[in-house]
Nanobody, 115 residues
């Protein structure tokens, strides 16, 4: 069974940085778009950044210039480098990917930014 496992969350002060990772494991034949979403308490889940299999990226306006998404296709892994973090970035961050032509979610990792 295919799984997405996130790591790298934690607590940081405003202005700090964190790097999230998400690795797909299992019997994998294809990984297409890979995305990062986040959900803050009392808010809807929102798309933060996405990357296609060819490396084309897109970002939410709220994170442009601060976050960077990348991937290692050989390792079926996607990364989210988060710089200049703000308290409003506090949320559970979820990895999402089309693996073997099925939409798959990770379990989420908490990011907390204190002022």
């Amino acid at each position: 069974q295919v799984q997405l496992v996130e790591s790298g969350g934690g607590s940081v002060q405003a202005g700090g940085s964190l790097r999230l990772s998400c690795a797909a494991s299992g019997s994998i034949f294809s990984v297409n778009d890979m995305d990062w979403y986040r959900q803050a308490p009392g808010k809807q889940r929102e798309l933060v950044a996405s990357i296609t299999s060819s490396g084309r990226t897109a970002y939410a306006d709220s994170v442009k210039g601060r976050f960077s998404i990348s991937r290692d296709n050989a390792k079926y892994t996607v990364y989210l480098q988060m710089n200049s973090l703000k308290p409003e970035d506090t949320a559970v961050y979820y990895c999402n990917a089309e693996v073997n032509w099925r939409n798959t979610w990770g379990q989420g990792t908490q990011v907390t930014v204190s002022s």
